[in-house]
């Protein structure tokens, strides 16, 4: 597989990780991978062996990895929804002058936030948009969180944690920053996914303990030109090697036909 490192910067002058998976013939097209908190340009392994399918079928893939994320600059209780905007218009604005062909975004959890808020801007560059388990309202995720994971990591003892000291653990290990926080009652990426009308696909387990399955069934029904993949009895991030597989195949094969094409 041909793959090479690739160096980008924010316009705010953040260097960002990235790496580059090249099909091996003529490319049908170009896509972008944004990832989730926490994790980097790998998520988890997942990316890499859906860059490597998007290859075989023809894709260019860029992953990267968001400011505070791997091995890409910043800090963790630094990155902001802001920042990650700048990171994404990097991939985007490299993908756009360097690689061929029409450009697709497909986005995982919280890298749905920056790619909805995006969507505006972003035009006729991108002609199409995944997203997987996407956090589309942040009130509901992260302020008032109504979920298991969101209310052990966002509870009235963490918030006030992040009052008196900064920044607030995820999980216990990643930071995140106060600013983040405040932004989570300032964006609403949801809004901004319904209104757009480009093609769409969001795939989302039914049994996401992090992630609204609700909220992002109902936006995907209020959205014009959205296809919807339920991945049955999947916790969040597609919880065994055989639903990420599903979710893998599902995507592929829905960016190579244009359609969802069901079993």
Known sequence: MNVQRVGLTSLDGVRLDAALHRAPDNSRGTVVLAHGITVDLDEGGM?????????VNGFDALRFSY??????????????????????????EHA?????????????????????VSLPWLGGDV???????????????????????????????????????GFLLIDGEYRLGRVMFDEFSRYQPAEDFVRDSRPALMVHGDQDSYV?????????AARVN????????????????????EAIKVTVDWLVRGKLVEA
């Open 226 to 245: 959205c296809d919807f993949h339920t991945i049955v009895g999947s916790d969040h991030g597609f919880d065994s090697r055989e639903r990420e597989d």
């Open 47 to 55: 990316f890499v062996r859906l860059a490597e399918q998007l290859a």
């Open 96 to 116: 756009r002058q360097e690689l061929p062909g029409p450009l697709s975004i497909i986005a995982a959890s919280f890298g749905a936030v920056s790619t909805a």
């Open 127 to 165: 002609e199409r948009v995944v997203f997987w388990n996407p956090v589309l309202d942040l009130r509901r995720t992260f302020v008032e969180p109504e979920l298991p994971w969101g209310i052990d990591n966002f509870n009235r003892d963490q918030q006030k944690f992040l009052q008196e000291n």
């Open 67 to 92: 400011r505070g994320h791997g091995e890409s600059g910043g800090t963790q209780a630094g990155v902001t929804i802001a920042g990650e905007v700048l990171d994404l218009q990097a991939a985007v």
């Open 212 to 220: 609204s399955y609700d909220i992002a069934r109902d936006a995907a």
